[in-house]
């Protein structure tokens, strides 16, 4: 359905079951899981799908190594179980991928290979391959580039990968196969409660951001999972409370990650340093063709669309990344630098009268007013917490109780038979992230012309027509993961894509807004 239609049919529908408020992971998650159950489902986002932290990840699918170190076995093995989950259902876009930790000194290979043979063991079934003791010799052929200076071998243990804008399209595309109604660029400026026939409703306020229209829609159930912003929105719903001061769910920190060419590192393993010489964790991470280095941890107050990463961040990240590897990191060799903002709970206080789950690493609260918020978790375990957060609908009675488990086992948009070979996620990016869906791309005009690496003509229109793009930004950060892989090429890539959104769409694609964004990813350009 064009994008037209869809304005005009969303509030022609009545009464919806559930809207969710968020186009990240996990809101996604809940519009698909609740549209499997055959519930009514309109999930609007107010920017594009998987446009803030879903698509800034480390792209990692991992159970959390750092978890067993505090004893929280429970956490591991659930996230290990959902880890297979997602490289089931998704194996276009989510893969295994070795992990090398190297070994400087003598106590670091079975110290770190006890605990990562306790992972294995956690993992059972689940488990994508065993934990290996490497010798020198076998470290260094694992992860050419690495520093040899003192090397005395490592341990080799298994993870996933995923490409996370990707992967949130495909739960989007999945969801609305499954009859959610799935709309972008649509914000959400107020959620009142009323008294229908058939007990509470609640009035969702919209606003179009694309084309400025202004609409209303009703529902039993209103999910807010938008992420590091849930605040904001609950604030808006609960007037009582912008007299006094809110308790806040969310305590944000931001992750930066900087990209570099494949030849600092070119090899199929990623590298973990698990303690730097400050205590932190380093990754070096081959995805898409490219190097990710990463990640910071840093708490920060204000909540940016576009957080920019801090001078002492990127020196951490280069400092380290040259120890690591054989090679020094210099800022001229950064392709990418983006940051991404994440939602730790700050575990809150319900309103009066409403009750709250502090539930694995996310927080659930339903509000007095109905108002079903859920922040927290990570990429690995999206799907689990979507079906927390309708199990608190039903025991909220806001929606009446259906079977679920169904997303457990439903292949997402794209999704080829499990016997097909996959290229890794490793190379460089193409026709195969889409799937069995690669034949429609190339039933779209200009499958021939190649515009930059991995990117055609029939992409960006495929893009347009059915992945919900409107803005070039859209294309080259999400449906092409250019931007984060190349900032400079994505600029140069900008125009022409514009021109094709614009014959396809008839609407601005936003050209001059992306050509600045891209100077911000570049920090040689942008000062940092």
Same mark, same amino acid.
């Given at each position: 359905m064009k994008r037209?239609?869809?304005?005009?049919?969303?509030?022609?529908?009545?009464?919806?079951?559930? %809207?969710?408020?968020? #186009?990240?992971?996990?809101?996604?998650? %809940?519009? +698909?899981?609740?549209?499997?159950? #055959?519930?009514? $489902?309109v999930l609007l986002e107010s920017h594009d799908f998987a446009g803030g932290t879903s698509s800034r990840s480390t792209k990692l699918l991992h159970g959390g190594v750092r978890y067993l170190a505090q004893g929280n076995l429970a956490l591991v093995r659930e996230a290990l179980a959902e880890r297979a989950t997602? *490289?089931?259902?998704?194996?276009h876009l989510a893969q295994p991928l070795p992990f090398v930790m190297p070994s400087y000194h003598w106590w670091q290979t079975p110290f770190y290979g006890i605990g990562l043979k306790l992972y294995d063991q956690l993992a059972g079934s689940a488990g994508l391959g065993r934990t290996e003791f490497l010798s020198r010799e076998q470290t260094l052929q694992a992860l050419p580039g690495v520093n040899p200076d003192g090397l005395?071998?490592?341990?080799?243990?298994?993870? #996933? !990968? =995923?490409?996370?804008?990707? +992967? &949130?399209?495909?739960?989007?595309?999945?969801?609305?196969?499954?009859? &959610?109604?799935?709309?972008?660029?649509?914000e959400v400026t107020a959620v009142r409660q009323l008294q229908g026939g058939e007990g509470p409703l609640s009035t969702i306020d919209v606003s179009?951001?694309?084309?400025?229209?202004? =609409?209303?829609? !009703?529902?039993?159930?209103? $999910?807010?999972?938008?992420? %590091?912003?849930?605040?904001?929105?609950?604030?808006?719903? !609960?007037? &009582?409370?912008?007299?006094?001061?809110?308790?806040?769910?969310?305590?944000?920190? !931001?992750?930066?990650h900087v990209v570099v060419d494949r030849d600092f590192m070119p090899g199929g393993h990623a590298l973990l340093v698990p303690k730097t010489r400050d205590g932190r964790v380093l990754f070096a991470v081959p995805w898409l063709g490219k190097l990710v280095l990463g990640t910071t941890d840093t708490p920060r107050k204000d909540l940016p669309r576009e957080p920019d990463a801090f001078a002492e961040e990127l020196e951490f990240i280069l400092s380290e990344g040259s120890q690591a590897l054989s090679r020094p990191v210099r800022r001229e060799d950064i392709k990418s630098l983006w940051v991404g903002l994440r939602p730790l709970v700050a575990a809150p206080a319900a309103t009066e009268g409403g009750t709250k789950v502090l539930s694995r690493e996310h927080t659930i609260v339903v509000d007095a007013n109905g108002l079903v918020t859920v922040t927290g978790g990570k990429?690995?375990?999206?799907?689990?917490?979507?079906?927390?957060? +309708?199990?608190?609908? =039903?025991?909220?009675?806001?929606?009446?109780?259906?079977?679920?488990? *169904?997303?457990?086992?439903?292949a997402l948009a794209g999704a080829p038979a499990a016997s097909s070979a996959a290229i890794p996620l490793y190379a460089a990016p193409g026709l195969h992230l889409y799937g069995v869906d690669g034949a429609q791309v190339n039933e779209c005009p200009g499958k021939d012309t190649l515009l930059g690496p991995g990117l055609t003509e029939a992409m960006v229109r495929y893009a347009a027509r059915f992945e919900h793009a409107q803005t070039v930004e859209d294309v080259l950060a999400r449906r092409s993961r250019m931007l984060f892989l190349d900032a400079a090429e994505a600029a140069r890539l900008a125009p022409g894509v514009a021109a094709i959104l614009q014959q396809e769409l008839g609407t601005d694609p936003a050209l001059r807004p992306f050509l600045d964004l891209c100077a911000r990813y570049r920090p040689v350009a942008s000062g940092i």
């Open positions: 037209a239609e869809l304005l005009e049919s969303l509030p022609r529908h009545g009464v919806y079951d559930l %809207v969710v408020v968020g #186009g990240g992971a996990t809101g996604l998650g %809940v519009a +698909l899981d609740a549209a499997l159950r #055959g519930f009514s $489902v997602v *490289l089931r259902i998704a194996p005395r071998g490592g341990v080799k243990y298994w993870d #996933g !990968q =995923f490409d996370d804008a990707r +992967l &949130a399209l495909a739960l989007a595309r999945s969801a609305e196969a499954a009859g &959610a109604r799935v709309l972008n660029y649509a179009d951001r694309r084309g400025g229209a202004s =609409f209303e829609l !009703q529902a039993r159930c209103v $999910v807010n999972a938008t992420g %590091v912003w849930v605040d904001a929105l609950r604030d808006h719903t !609960q007037p &009582a409370l912008a007299q006094g001061s809110p308790s806040r769910m969310v305590s944000p920190s !931001q992750g930066v990429w690995t375990t999206y799907r689990a917490m979507a079906e927390d957060v +309708l199990e608190r609908c =039903f025991a909220s009675q806001l929606l009446p109780r259906r079977a679920g488990g *169904l997303t457990a086992s439903h």
